[in-house]
């Protein structure tokens, strides 16, 4: 671990706070108590061991399992394994990619964490610089080049081995991991993904390895608040891709089940009441008048029922299925809950997102095939669909009602409708909209946001961090 030759008295206590600083940046909460709490790991833990000294810092600073990913690669940046070119790649260069993929797959057959180590710092520095960086790291000037994890694994493509390496350990009578196993069996089935386990393990290295080089090119703070992929609450719906909303899907239940506990925390405390003043008085009277056993007046609400408005079209529907699938494992916490999904016409899926509870990845293919929400073409017509809502739906609202719109509220140059929404507001107990865009893109475009803003109340909500806080707030109890 690097400390660039200055004394390890003053390099630390700044490097540990730029280390928490950048913690902060990608929404982890780290207070000034865990931060005197890290500084003691240090104290305790020293420098020697590089992870013993990742998982001290990791007690002290880390509240949720989620977190784990962004804080060791963030980690990695701030107490790197070295600087420039290691050691161990300086000593044994690969000739050229065909003898590096052959090293690699015997590394990854024989699971060798220091070789693929190696490996990884090899295959950046071979293969990973862009721009006016050498192969020896130097640059003409700050921010012209980098190294790329992408570019490096494009041009060694790691996960094209795995066939070679199941086929050398059928050839030599057991799998990688010693067992012997029959081809097609179960056994040769594990095999393959501990394999594919192993490539993903190296491609995360490179990552790490990229990250690295390119901090010390860029700057550590750079490269910390650019490269370090978010947590998945915090991954942008809009541009998400397919491997961060299965990583989102997985933290529906535990997001689902904190929501609820506070929802029925608020209701708890909204049961209490009110202090009714004039039965407080009365009971004075046998104390004097002194006031020691208030009177509150009971406050006992019913539970209350949601209807769920969601357009499913494009980009919007990554966001729409997962805060479906959200309320929808809160169902406890409400008298009742209909869905209903549109394009540019509506149709009701709250039996889909029952039924479908257990194949959350497969949602989106279910609307589409077993709902009419598509007309005579395939783009979003907010307008179109609010008023089919309120011409035939409009008896799932009621005085008891919160409806929750989904959308980015862009209407492809249609109507945008606003007296059916207005109708919708007039009967419900209140509607919120939920808009996975910025407000700054509002009405821009197409965006018919400010319009359908002057009749209900529009909330920006990017990612599943704000949309948790939007239900706990919002929901009423």
Known sequence: MSTQGAPASTVLPERLTAFVRALRGHGIRVGPAETVDAADVLKVLGLTDRERIREGLAAALLRADRQRAVFDATFDLYFPLGTGELAATRAAPAADVTELRDRLAEALAANDASALTQLAGEAVDMLGAYGSIGRTGSSGSPGMGGWSAHQTLDRLRPQTLLARILAAGRAGGSGPSGASGAPGGFTERLEADEIRRRIEDFRRRVGAEARRRGAEHRGTDEIARRAVAPSADQVDFLIANREQLTELRRTLQPLARKLATRLAARRRRAARGQIDIR????????????????????????RPEIVLLCDVSGSVAGFANFTMLLVQAMRDQFSRIRVYAFVNRVDEVTHLITTGAADPAGLGRRIATEAAVSGWHGSSDYGSALGEFAERHLDAVGPRTSVIVLG??????????????????????????????????????????????????????????????????????
């Open 279 to 302: 039965r407080t008085l009365r009971r004075s009277l046998s104390t004097g008048g002194v006031p020691l056993r208030p009177a509150y007046r009971r406050h006992r609400p019913a």
């Open 408 to 477: 980015d509220a862009r209407t492809n140059g249609f109507d945008p409708n606003v007296p059916a929404l207005r109708r919708i507001a007039a009967r419900a107990r209140r509607v919120h909209w939920f808009n996975p865009e910025a407000p700054a893109h509002w009405s821009t475009g197409d965006s018919a946001a400010h319009a359908y803003a002057e009749v209900v109340d529009m909330h920006a909500c990017r990612n599943a961090r704000r949309l948790g806080e939007l239900v706990t707030r919002l929901l009423p109890v």
